[in-house]
C-alpha cells in the first residue's frame, strides 16, 4: 500500500499530520548527520578500495576470525615487568656487554596467526609449565644468537651479518641459545612463583612453525613483545602463552590487587615494615607546658625565671613526633638526664 492510499483509507487528522511532519524532519535530521559513508564506517565496511579496507573496526570485528579481544591483566603485566628486570641481570652475566632489555607490549592474538608472523630464521623453543599442564613458546631472533656468539667469542656486535633463512643454527649457536633459554625460564619461574608455583622446563626447539602445537590454532594466547638492545644490536625475544597454559591460575591472575599477595607477596610487606621500623623519629620528655600571653614572651630577658606549678619530681610525659605514648619519672644516670618508664598510654589516650 502506497502513502497515498494509506492516507485516503485513513484519514488523517491535524496532530497526526503534525506529527508526521515532525517525524520526517527528524529523519532528514539523523540522515544529514549518518550518511551512507558514515553508516559503512560504523559497520566496518569502509567506501575504500579492498586492500585499504579496515576489517577491524564497527560490527566486522564480530565474524572476523583474526579479531581478538585485547583485555589487560595487570597482575599479568606486574608478572612480566618483574621477569624483564631480573631478564636484565641475567642477560648481563651472559653478554658482559652493555645490555638493555624493554617491554615493547602484551597483546593477545591467536596462536595460527602468530606462527604465520614469526621472521625466520629463529629458535623456537617449546616450554612444559609444571603443573600447569600446558606448554608456551619461547621465540629467539636470528640476530640476537649472532650477537650472543660473537660476544662469547670476544668480537664486538657491530659486525653481526645478516640472518640468512633456511640455514640451520650450528652447534655453538644452538648451545648459546640454550643458555639464554635457561636464563628466561629461570627469571619467568621465578616471576609466576608469585602467583602461583611452578617449574619450566625445555620440552624441545624447533626451527619450522608448523612443526609446533602449543595449542589448537584458534586458540587466544598472550604474546609478550621484548627488545634485547647489546650495544649497537638490537633484537627481539618474543613469549607466547596459550589461555589454555594460563588456565589452571586464571582465578590467581584474575585476583585484584587489593586482595592476595602483589609483587614479592609476603617478602614486600616484611620490607615494609622493617623500612618502617627503622624510620627515624623524635622523642620527647615533657615536664611541664604552661600558657603565657604574647607580650610576656616578648619581653623576656636574658637571666629571667620562669616558674611552673609542677615541680621537678613530677611526672613527665613521653613523646614520639608530638603523640603522647608513656609517662614516667626523671632521673639522673651518671651525668646524664634519665628517664624511667612509668605506663605506657593506650592507644586512644595517644592520639586524643
Known amino acids: 500500500m ?79 615487568e618483574r621477569m624483564i628486570r631480573s631478564l636484565k641481570n641475567s642477560l648481563r652475566k651472559i653478554a658482559s656487554d652493555q645490555v638493555e632489555v624493554i617491554l615493547n607490549s602484551i597483546t593477545n592474538q591467536r596462536c595460527q596467526n602468530y606462527m604465520e608472523s614469526i621472521a625466520l630464521p629463529a629458535v623456537l623453543a617449546v616450554v612444559r609449565a609444571n603443573p600447569w599442564g600446558g606448554s608456551f613458546l ?53 616471576a609466576f612463583s608469585t602467583v602461583s608455583p611452578v617449574t619450566f622446563a625445555l620440552d624441545h626447539i624447533e626451527n619450522i612453525p608448523r612443526f609446533i602445537n602449543i595449542a589448537p590454532p584458534s586458540s587466544i594466547a598472550v ?25 589452571p591460575i586464571r582465578g590467581a591472575l584474575n585476583q585484584s590487587a587489593g586482595h592476595g599477595d602483589r609483587g614479592s607477596g609476603n617478602m614486600w610487606s616484611s620490607q615494609l615494615l622493617e623500612e618502617v621500623q627503622q624510620a627515624p623519629v623524635r622523642l620527647s620528655a615533657i615536664l611541664q607546658e604552661e600558657q603565657f600571653p604574647l607580650g610576656r614572651i616578648m619581653s623576656l630577658a636574658v637571666g629571667e625565671t620562669l616558674l611552673f606549678e609542677r615541680g621537678p619530681e613530677g611526672p613527665i610525659e613521653l613523646r614520639c613526633e608530638n603523640v603522647p605514648v608513656a609517662i614516667g619519672r626523671a632521673g639522673r644516670s651518671g651525668n646524664r638526664v634519665a628517664f624511667k618508664l612509668g605506663a605506657i598510654l593506650p592507644k586512644a589516650a595517644s592520639h586524643a
Request: without cysteine; aromatic residues 4%.
Open 2 to 80: 502506497t502513502r497515498r492510499a494509506a492516507r485516503e483509507s485513513h484519514p488523517v487528522s491535524d496532530n497526526d499530520y503534525g506529527a508526521d511532519q515532525d517525524g520526517m524532519a527528524g529523519g532528514d535530521a539523523v540522515a544529514a548527520m549518518m550518511d551512507q559513508n558514515s553508516i559503512d564506517g560504523m559497520l566496518g565496511f569502509a567506501t575504500l578500495a579492498l586492500d585499504d579496507l579496515d576489517v577491524g573496526n564497527g560490527i566486522n570485528q564480530l565474524y572476523d576470525p583474526k579479531s581478538v579481544p585485547q583485555l589487560r591483566n595487570p597482575r599479568l603485566e606486574a608478572v612480566v
Open 138 to 190: 619461547i621465540v629467539l631472533g636470528a640476530s640476537l644468537v649472532y650477537s650472543l656468539v660473537e660476544i662469547t667469542l670476544g668480537s664486538p656486535t657491530k659486525g653481526v651479518g645478516a640472518a640468512i633463512e633456511g640455514r640451520a643454527f650450528t652447534a655453538i649457536e644452538t648451545r648459546i641459545a640454550r643458555r639464554l633459554l635457561d636464563a628466561i625460564m629461570a627469571d619467568a619461574e621465578e
Open 223 to 247: 604474546t609478550v613483545s621484548v627488545t634485547v638492545q647489546l650495544g649497537d644490536m638490537s633484537a627481539d625475544i618474543e613469549i607466547v602463552i596459550p589461555n589454555t597454559t594460563l588456565e
